[in-house]
């Protein structure tokens, strides 16, 4: 997959100020050392864009590309003032989650600049059910730390199998109200319920990471109004959960 693919197959909606794309997983946006990004690509190809947003090179789905400068600015504020709403779909390994809930938990950042819950594991706390969090007094006071907070609705789960080690999956609609680097992998992953094949939290790994940026809302920079564009997952996304396909709304 290139940019020249990505622009015939991918574009979810297009006009004279944005551009949203369907970004495969495995290939990066921006800042891919040793190799060429899909920016990078379309500098090549003559086109003008700039991410207003960023996703991990492992997930796929919606991305927001400016077309021009002011329009970048425009849209990058949004994303600052947390006006833009954001939708991601997971496959986590687990049962037992609530049908809907928060995860409020801190991150920091460690050691090789990986990022982490900015307390030691046994401070997380679930109460209510399908609530996490952490007690201020047990957030880190010796390295900076980022309020995190993400909200949850169960979609479908599994059945563990019971003679393969299985412990059953869980389908995911994930809504982050903050954008930090690696948020949804990291909460999830701290909580007990790692995003399936992703390459930090779940070993052995798979051939893909099951997470998904599946719509999202913003304001047409020219006029102020609504648009929302969504990304249905492909089959190989769901063939993280036995092909089915749970409902989404």
């Known amino acids: 997959m290139d940019w020249q693919s990505v622009r015939e197959y991918r574009v979810l909606y297009g006009d004279d100020h944005v551009l949203v794309i369907d970004k495969p997983a495995g290939i990066a946006l921006v800042g891919e050392r040793n190799d ?32 021009d400068q002011p329009t970048h600015a425009v849209l990058t504020r949004q994303f600052s003032d947390r006006t833009v709403i954001k939708d991601y779909l997971a496959i986590v390994r687990g049962t037992g989650l609530a049908d809907e809930g928060e995860i ?41 730390s980022y309020p995190a907070r993400t909200s949850y609705r169960r979609l479908a789960r599994s059945e563990p199998a019971r003679d393969e080690g299985d412990t059953g999956h869980t389908v995911l609609q994930l809504r982050p109200h903050t954008g930090r680097r690696h948020q949804l992998r990291v909460q999830l992953a701290w909580i007990g319920h790692p995003i399936e094949g992703d390459p930090l939290f779940c070993r052995p790994p798979v051939d893909r990471t099951f997470l998904h940026a599946w719509r999202l809302t913003f304001a047409d920079p020219a006029t102020g109004h609504p648009i929302t564009v969504t990304a249905e997952p492909d089959d190989a996304f769901w063939a993280g959960f036995d092909g089915s396909r749970p409902p989404t709304r």
């Open 36 to 67: 060429t990004d899909l920016m990078q690509q379309a500098r090549e190809a003559g086109d003008f864009v700039m991410p207003a947003h960023r996703i991990d090179k492992v997930t796929s789905g919606v991305v927001l590309l400016a077309r």
């Open 104 to 144: 409020d938990l801190p991150l920091s950042v460690g050691r090789k600049s990986r990022v982490r819950i900015a307390a030691d594991r046994e401070a997380i706390r679930e109460q209510p059910p399908g609530h996490w969090s952490v007690p201020d007094d047990r957030v880190f006071d010796h390295v900076r």
